[in-house]
């Protein structure tokens, strides 16, 4: 298990990483953000979508919730209401991080997947596995940035560590 403060730093490293994608994609003109290009999720706003629900569902997971519905391209069809989303997400993670009372890591969230089944899996399980999810995502999202033409940034954990001298 990890400790309390490697979680923390984690998310750190999360929120730092989605600052560097957010400007990323903001090099891009909006257009190009829907885009099919033949990714897991088509456009770079799809795998936005994707990301940032996927952020979000664990939250809501971590806060009691068995929420069962993931956002949809649709219900965030700009820029802008994903953008929004995310960094209320962000908060509320950087929020739930902060306020995590001993214990938390080692309880059991209890929910239904997006399948319906029902599994049980350790706090600090869940929280390590959202870091790493969004890191798989934020780096298609650096290559359709690249391919679009936009200017790609480096969300590496190391080049975290170096700057912030972890």
């Known amino acids: 298990m990890l400790a309390i ?8 490293f999360n929120a730092w990483a989605n600052d560097r994608t957010r400007r990323a994609v903001a090099s891009l003109p909006e257009e190009k953000l829907y885009i099919d290009m033949k990714n897991s999720f088509g456009s ?3 795998t936005l979508v994707h990301l940032v629900g996927a952020e979000d569902i664990w939250l ?3 806060n009691g919730a068995d929420p069962g519905v ?3 391209p649709s219900a965030y069809a700009t820029w802008n209401s994903v953008e929004s989303k995310w960094m209320e997400v962000e908060a509320g993670h950087a929020a ?4 995590m009372p ?6 059991t969230l209890t929910f239904h997947n997006m399948k319906g089944e029902l599994v049980s899996q350790k706090v600090w399980m869940a929280l390590q596995h959202l870091v ?28 975290f ?5 972890v």
């Open 44 to 46: 770079i706003h799809g």
């Open 60 to 62: 809501q997971r971590l």
């Open 70 to 72: 993931f956002m949809t």
């Open 5 to 12: 403060d490697d979680l923390r730093t984690l998310f750190r």
């Open 96 to 99: 739930f991080i902060a306020a």
């Open 132 to 159: 790493n999810h969004s890191t798989y995502h934020r780096g298609q999202v650096t290559t359709l940035v690249r391919q679009a033409g936009g200017t790609p940034v480096g969300t590496d954990l190391i080049l």
């Open 161 to 165: 560590y170096r700057q912030h001298g």
């Open 102 to 107: 001993d214990g938390t890591l080692d309880r």
